[in-house]
């Protein structure tokens, strides 16, 4: 049922921590995987360590904050592939500032690098969706703070980027519900990656960070993939509209 064999799966920032991890679950349930981000180089490695695994990936160079570039990658994708099957949209942008000093230039850049492009991404690939017929699925990482705020820390504009993205995958849903095509979002806590493994090494620092979730341990990247593999997968075929909170527990509790 997580058969995803025949079908063409674009991950926009797909090199990252949690990206490479969704791109090499997809691909190693069968998916015909295109690997999209700005640094190119970085793209086509993932892609080749794929290959390397008889994977079947490929590595592409995009800046998602251009509708222009989005809108051609995308043209070319169904012109070599036929369609694109699943969208993943992994790009997100935070800058960290308290309320009294956020600044408009800050606040736009990451509406900018978050919300916007997941309304062109989605945008660009749902004409290609509705071309051809064959229905699709669209998935948005976002996060607890498209829902939560975070006290203490300066996160207004990342909440309302995320929070934004939320209702729009909603609003997108409805649309493209008639023509067989799926949206849902995954919306992970903190989750323990290369980046931030050191800090959270020193025992205190842990025991902070999962002082507020029921299951006591931070989230995987592979916790996050397999969220995204079952929205992707013939298994949540009536699922749409939805935002599956991966966290260990904490937005339930208080």
């Given at each position: 049922?997580?058969?995803?064999?025949?079908?063409?799966?674009?991950?926009?920032?797909?090199?990252?921590?949690?990206?490479?991890?969704?791109?090499?679950?997809?691909?190693?349930?069968?998916?015909?995987?295109?690997?999209?981000?700005?640094?190119?180089?970085?793209?086509?490695?993932?892609?080749?360590?794929?290959?390397?695994?008889?994977?079947?990936?490929?590595?592409?160079?995009?800046?998602?904050?251009?509708?222009?570039?989005?809108?051609?990658?995308?043209?070319?994708?169904?012109?070599?592939?036929?369609?694109?099957?699943?969208?993943?949209?992994?790009?997100?942008?935070?800058?960290?500032?308290?309320?009294?000093?956020?600044?408009?230039?800050?606040?736009?850049?990451?509406?900018?690098?978050?919300?916007?492009?997941?309304?062109?991404?989605?945008q660009a690939v749902a004409k290609?969706?509705?071309?051809?017929?064959?229905?699709?699925?669209?998935?948005?990482?976002?996060?607890?703070?498209?829902?939560?705020?975070?006290?203490?820390?300066?996160?207004?504009?990342?909440?309302?980027?995320?929070?934004?993205?939320?209702?729009?995958?909603?609003?997108?849903?409805?649309?493209?519900?008639?023509?067989?095509?799926?949206?849902?979002?995954?919306?992970?806590?903190?989750?323990?990656?290369?980046?931030?493994?050191?800090?959270?090494?020193?025992?205190?620092?842990?025991?902070?960070?999962?002082?507020?979730?029921?299951?006591?341990?931070?989230?995987?990247?592979?916790?996050?993939?397999?969220?995204?593999?079952?929205?992707?997968?013939?298994?949540?075929?009536?699922?749409?509209?939805?935002?599956?909170?991966?966290?260990?527990?904490?937005?339930?509790?208080?």
């Amino acid at each position: 049922m997580f058969d995803l064999t025949g079908n063409v799966a674009l991950v926009v920032g797909g090199y990252g921590a949690i990206g490479s991890t969704i791109s090499e679950m997809l691909a190693a349930a069968g998916a015909k995987c295109i690997i999209a981000g700005r640094d190119g180089d970085r793209s086509k490695n993932v892609a080749e360590d794929l290959r390397a695994r008889h994977l079947d990936a490929e590595g592409v160079e995009v800046d998602a904050c251009n509708v222009q570039a989005v809108r051609d990658l995308t043209d070319a994708i169904a012109a070599k592939r036929g369609s694109i099957d699943i969208l993943v949209n992994c790009v997100g942008f935070h800058k960290e500032e308290k309320l009294l000093d956020v600044t408009e230039e800050a606040f736009d850049e990451v509406y900018t690098k978050t919300l916007r492009v997941g309304m062109f991404l989605s945008q660009a690939v749902a004409k290609h969706q509705i071309s051809s017929a064959r229905g699709g699925r669209q998935v948005h990482l976002l996060s607890v703070r498209s829902s939560l705020g975070f006290r203490g820390r300066g996160y207004s504009a990342m909440c309302a980027a995320k929070g934004g993205l939320a209702i729009l995958l909603r609003q997108q849903a409805t649309e493209l519900a008639q023509h067989g095509v799926t949206v849902n979002g995954v919306a992970p806590g903190t989750v323990r990656t290369r980046k931030n493994d050191e800090a959270l090494q020193d025992s205190a620092a842990f025991q902070r960070a999962v002082a507020n979730i029921p299951l006591g341990r931070l989230a995987t990247p592979a916790d996050v993939g397999g969220a995204v593999l079952f929205f992707t997968s013939p298994l949540a075929s009536f699922v749409t509209g939805q935002t599956l909170f991966v966290d260990g527990g904490l937005t339930i509790s208080s």
